[in-house]
């Protein structure tokens, strides 16, 4: 089992430029959450997906879309990028809502 | 509001030694988390606490868990070098489906 797999593991953006980071779990989870792990900040969630076909705001969703694509992938979409955003960016999932969350290795977004 | 505040947020050990880490939380909770998380890596669970005074230990950490005072405390015995990291503790609110962590607490535990 890969268990929580995110990609791209690094990326460098323009201001106003927009990407999708991408997360996977092989574990048959039925929630998923994305956070944004900032210095002295501790992690604040975005956004989540409590079951497959739901998604709620967090946070901090502001300047965030996501998508639950299907039971496995959970990806979330930043449509104009700002220097704000700069941040290393968690996924994590779990059985339950009541339950452990797993954490995939994280991707580390920089925007110029 | 779901408010977490760890302390100390940054400790310095020297081998051998044994210390506390204090989590107060804010609400009324379901369950209690400690994650840490290694310089540059992803969170790994290490204890949940599900109900007044709980007690888990693992090798030199024990966490516990006193509701009524909305405390979690994690106890670090005899530190060695290898127990170096950021320790998280998130609590879960009653009635609430997420997670809120703490700020997190820096562990730096030398020769």
């Known amino acids: 089992n890969a268990g929580v797999t995110q990609t791209p593991k690094f990326q460098v953006l323009k201001t106003g430029q927009s990407m999708t980071l991408q997360c996977a779990q092989d574990m048959n989870h039925n929630s998923m959450y994305w956070y944004r792990q900032d210095p002295g900040m501790g992690l604040r969630l975005i956004y989540y997906?409590?079951?497959?076909?739901?998604?709620d705001k967090g946070e901090v969703p502001n300047g965030y879309n996501v998508s639950r694509l299907n039971k496995r992938e959970f990806s979330l979409r930043l449509e104009s990028a700002a220097p704000s955003q700069t941040s290393v960016y968690f996924c994590?999932?779990?059985?339950?809502?009541?339950?452990?969350?797993?954490f995939g290795p994280g991707t580390r977004l920089t925007v110029l | 509001e779901l408010k977490v505040e760890q302390n100390p947020l940054f400790l310095s050990m020297q081998e051998g030694k044994n210390y506390t880490i204090y989590c107060n939380y804010s609400t009324t909770s379901d369950r209690l988390y400690w994650y840490r998380q290694d310089p540059g890596k992803s969170l790994e669970s290490l204890f949940v606490?599900?109900?007044?005074?709980a007690v888990k230990q693992e090798g030199r950490l024990m966490a516990s868990l006193d509701t009524k005072a909305r405390l979690s405390t994690l106890h670090i015995t005899a530190a060695v070098h290898d127990l170096s990291a950021t320790y998280f503790c998130?609590?879960?609110?009653?009635?609430?489906?997420?997670?809120?962590f703490g700020k997190g607490t820096m562990l730096l535990v030398s020769p």
């Open positions: 994590a999932s779990t059985s339950g809502t009541k339950d452990t969350q797993y």
């Open positions: 606490l599900l109900s007044n005074g």
């Open positions: 997906s409590a079951s497959e076909g739901t998604t």
């Open positions: 998130a609590f879960q609110g009653s009635g609430y489906s997420t997670l809120t």
